[in-house]
């Protein structure tokens, strides 16, 4: 890439000081005092704080706007919006040394490049050493402000476009709630059928599947084995399909045939428990794990409406209500599936709700498909947005601005001037005493043997504890 006038090569190692967070010992979690920030608040994935009420250095404390970066499992930068935290290891506290909206951006402009520079097993980490060498094009203080402004105007617009396609795809899905809802009252698409109540085990046979033990490693005559992974609400995955050993006459008794409805027996969403997808004989001489119950319908049953209707909101919830235990916990049997109370109309209304609901779930597909391609035009969009900016094509150079050589020049020279951290020696060991010969004669003492030689400070690596 050829830099704009006025733009340097840089490293963002060059851009910033990044303060490693603490390592929190669970010991040391508190109910009151400072929330420790971890990874999962940074990433929505988990919204409970443990806290800290003990003692912390400056540097382990982090302020509302402070810029954080994790660097292990999942990558990526954040503003901090909220009280005065602790910062846990595996996330760098930033003091930034140009704008710090523009590290911002910048930094999850190369997460990408990071990902790929990421290793370790067990959790996705990028090392210091590769993350302060990632080299960066860096323009002129003023630009950097002027390529901030620009972009938050843009991707301000985007996020609101997105957010939009988000409600209209929980729209789609809601109306498609709303249709296997109405298959189950036996009215949709201006077709009506009367239903009967009837439990489950009055017109269709309900069975468990096989445990997964040592001694079913598959070896000499293994077969397909689906699990809890394999079942959607409506769908089955297959793209990875398990193998386990069989016994005597174990594939007659447990082989899928299709039209069977899959149940998923327990799950820790509440939500998740009971959803169900058909089998429709896609392999040959498939069993199912023991955490999957099989519903086998009768002659009273046409397979893709008992799909339809075990999956509408209606039937989920009795679901939840018979999975419900005292201790809080979520998990269907084989006779609770039989209890289960469904709706059956006469098959051949059966088969007419079936195609009326079929129609609508090809409009429904059709929208959902459009709003994907939809989301991903609007991700390709920020993604070009940032190519541009930081690239020097989304605003203009101003000739006037100070170049950022010169700032680069002047955040190198501030760093060398600052005094360097003292790394720790490593305490000397004590000299093993050797044992004299059982019948050597006597010696004159010899010299006195000198002291150990501490290790070289330089021979000490960084690293960074896990």
Same mark, same amino acid.
């Given at each position: 890439m050829?830099?704009?006038?006025?733009?340097?090569?840089?490293?963002?190692?060059?851009?910033?000081?990044?303060?490693?967070?603490r390592g929190?010992?669970?010991?040391?979690?508190a109910?009151?005092?400072?929330?420790?920030?971890?990874i999962?608040?940074?990433?929505?994935?988990?919204s409970?704080?443990n806290?800290?009420d003990?003692?912390?250095?400056?540097k382990?404390?982090v302020?509302?706007?402070?810029?954080?970066?994790?660097?292990?499992?999942t990558?990526?930068t954040?503003?901090w919006?909220g009280?005065?935290?602790?910062?846990?290891?595996?996330?760098?506290? @930033?003091i930034?040394? *140009?704008? !710090?909206?523009?590290?911002?951006?910048?930094? &999850?402009?190369k997460?990408?490049? +990071?990902?790929a $520079?990421?290793?370790g097993s067990?959790?996705?980490?990028v090392?210091r050493t590769?993350?302060?060498?990632?080299?960066?094009?860096l323009?002129?203080?003023a630009?950097?402000r002027?390529?901030v402004?620009s972009?938050?105007?843009?991707?301000?617009?985007?996020?609101?476009?997105?957010?939009?396609?988000?409600?209209?795809?929980?729209?789609?899905?809601?109306?498609?709630?709303?249709?296997l809802?109405?298959?189950a009252?036996?009215a949709?698409?201006?077709?009506?059928?009367?239903?009967?109540s009837?439990?489950?085990?009055d017109?269709?046979e @309900?069975?468990g599947? *096989?445990? !997964?033990?040592q001694k079913?490693?598959?070896? &000499?005559?293994?077969?397909?084995? +689906?699990?809890? $992974?394999?079942?959607g609400?409506?769908?089955?995955?297959?793209g990875?399909?398990?193998?386990?050993?069989l016994?005597?006459?174990?594939l007659?008794?447990?082989?899928?045939?299709?039209?069977?409805?899959?149940?998923?027996?327990?799950?820790?969403?509440?939500?998740?428990?009971?959803?169900?997808?058909?089998?429709?004989?896609?392999i040959?001489?498939?069993?199912?794990?023991?955490h999957?119950?099989?519903?086998?319908?009768?002659?009273?049953?046409?397979?893709?409406?008992l799909?339809?209707?075990?999956?509408a909101?209606v039937v989920?919830?009795?679901?939840?209500?018979?999975?419900?235990?005292t201790?809080?916990?979520?998990?269907?049997?084989?006779?609770?599936v039989?209890?289960?109370?469904?709706?059956?109309?006469?098959?051949?209304?059966?088969?007419?709700?079936v195609?009326a609901?079929?129609?609508?779930?090809?409009?429904?597909?059709?929208?959902k498909e459009?709003?994907?391609?939809?989301?991903?035009?609007g991700?390709?969009?920020?993604?070009?947005?940032l190519?541009?900016?930081?690239?020097?094509?989304?605003?203009?150079?101003?000739?006037?601005?100070?170049p950022?050589?010169a700032?680069?020049?002047?955040?190198?020279?501030?760093?060398?001037?600052?005094?360097?951290?003292?790394r720790?020696?490593r305490?000397?060991?004590a000299?093993?005493?050797?044992?004299?010969?059982?019948?050597?004669?006597a010696?004159?003492?010899?010299?006195?043997?000198?002291g150990?030689?501490?290790?070289?400070?330089?021979?000490?690596?960084?690293?960074f504890?896990?």
């Open positions: 050829e830099l704009p006038v006025g733009w340097v090569w840089a490293q963002l190692g060059d851009l910033g000081a990044y303060i490693n967070g929190f010992k669970k010991s040391e979690w109910d009151e005092g400072l929330p420790i920030i971890r999962q608040n940074l990433t929505g994935s988990g409970s704080f806290h800290f003990g003692e912390l250095e400056e382990h404390i302020n509302d706007g402070d810029l954080l970066v994790a660097w292990a499992a990558l990526g954040s503003i919006r009280p005065r935290a602790a910062v846990n290891q595996h996330i760098f506290k @930033v930034p040394y *140009i704008d !710090k909206k523009f590290l911002h951006y910048l930094i &999850d402009y997460i990408r490049e +990071l990902t $520079a990421s290793h067990g959790m996705v980490h090392t590769r993350f302060d060498r990632i080299q960066v094009a323009p002129s203080l630009e950097q002027r390529i402004e972009l938050e105007d843009h991707l301000s617009r985007l996020a609101a476009a997105a957010e939009e396609v988000n409600r209209a795809a929980k729209r789609s899905s809601h109306l498609w709630s709303a249709v809802n109405s298959v009252q036996g949709v698409g201006g077709v009506l059928a009367a239903t009967q009837m439990s489950v085990s017109v269709a @309900v069975s599947g *096989i445990q !997964k033990q079913r490693r598959p070896v &000499d005559n293994a077969y397909p084995f +689906l699990r809890v $992974a394999n079942v609400r409506g769908f089955l995955d297959l990875e399909i398990h193998r386990i050993e016994f005597r006459d174990e007659e008794k447990h082989r899928l045939r299709e039209g069977d409805l899959l149940v998923v027996e327990g799950n820790g969403s509440p939500d998740q428990i009971g959803r169900a997808a058909t089998w429709k004989g896609e040959a001489d498939v069993v199912h794990q023991n999957l119950i099989r519903v086998r319908p009768g002659p009273r049953l046409n397979p893709r409406y799909e339809l209707i075990w999956n909101p989920t919830n009795q679901l939840r209500e018979v999975a419900r235990s201790s809080g916990l979520y998990t269907l049997s084989t006779s609770k039989k209890s289960v109370r469904i709706p059956v109309p006469r098959i051949a209304d059966q088969m007419r709700l195609e609901a079929e129609t609508w779930e090809t409009h429904v597909i059709r929208a459009t709003l994907q391609v939809a989301a991903q035009k991700a390709s969009l920020r993604q070009a947005l190519n541009r900016a930081f690239a020097g094509a989304l605003v203009p150079q101003d000739p006037t601005d100070e950022a050589s700032l680069l020049a002047r955040i190198q020279a501030e760093r060398a001037g600052q005094p360097k951290a003292k720790p020696r305490a000397p060991t000299p093993r005493k050797a044992k004299a010969p059982a019948a050597a004669p010696k004159p003492d010899p010299a006195p043997a000198p150990p030689t501490p290790a070289p400070t330089h021979a000490v690596q960084q690293e504890e896990l």
